[in-house]
T-cell receptor, first 110, second 113 residues
Framework: RKEVEQDPGPFNVPEGATVAFNCTYS??????FFWYRQDCRKEPKLLMS???SGNEDGRFTAQLNRASQYISLLIRDSKLSDSATYLC???????????FGTGTSLTVIP | EPEVTQTPSHQVTQMGQEVILRCVPI?????FYWYRQILGQKVEFLVS????????KSEIFDDQFSVERPDGSNFTLKIRSTKLEDSAMYFC???????????FGQGTRLTVV
């Protein structure tokens, strides 16, 4: 069973669109949750941490549902520069390890 | 802004040779990690390191692999006898504590020929 599952996409959306990504995780003991973005052949870069209360950073909103073991990311007013792969990341129950999803590919089209 | 740095950015080696990948984690971070990503696949955990010892390792991290913190700043990954299937991007990461955000270096692309 995969620790983190994501829809790989690809998502192709026009500029200005709103797009949502979802992710599920299997370990109910996981304590921390993140979204990272990864550009082609580059390192994962932290986009935001995810909390049960939900958090927003500009055009990005992340939400965690612990009961359903489900994490979401909403991007509003998509920009061309948002084109990347978005990685859902969950810590192990020891906190010593990060489990990565396979990533969801987003292309924003002019 | 503090960052994790890795050297070299690209390493080509012959099968069976030893390689050492180097990393300088963010200076006030206490937890260090190595991950790898085979082209087109997901990021996979190799090992975590805290207080000068391995705290967790994956099944990928077999006897061919070792890690070391030889001084106060460097963190290295050694692959003793490289195989073709070791070709991947290797990322070093560090975090302040458990369950906190990890910051990744730009990676070392290892190609085994």
């Amino acid at each position: 069973r995969k620790e983190v599952e994501q829809d790989p996409g690809p998502f192709n959306v026009p500029e200005g669109a709103t797009v949502a990504f979802n992710c599920t995780y299997s370990n109910s003991a996981s304590q921390s949750f993140f979204w990272y973005r990864q550009d082609c052949r580059k390192e994962p870069k932290l986009l935001m941490s995810v909390y049960s209360s939900g958090n927003e950073d500009g055009r990005f909103t992340a939400q965690l549902n612990r009961a359903s073991q489900y994490i979401s990311l909403l991007i509003r007013d998509s920009k061309l520069s948002d084109s990347a792969t978005y990685l859902c990341v969950v810590t192990s129950n020891t906190g010593n390890q990060f489990y990565f999803g396979t990533g969801t590919s987003l292309t924003v089209i002019p | 802004e503090p960052e994790v740095t890795q050297t070299p950015s690209h390493q080509v080696t012959q099968m069976g040779q030893e390689v050492i990948l180097r990393c300088v984690p963010i200076s006030n971070h206490l937890y260090f990690y190595w991950y790898r990503q085979i082209l087109g696949q997901k990021v996979e955990f190799l090992v975590s390191f805290y207080n000068n010892e391995i705290s967790e390792k994956s099944e990928i991290f077999d006897d061919q692999f070792s890690v070391e913190r030889p001084d106060g700043s460097n963190f290295t990954l050694k692959i003793r006898s490289t195989k073709l299937e070791d070709s991947a991007m290797y990322f070093c990461a560090s975090s302040e504590g458990l369950n906190t955000e990890a910051f990744f270096g730009q990676g070392t692309r290892l190609t085994v020929v």
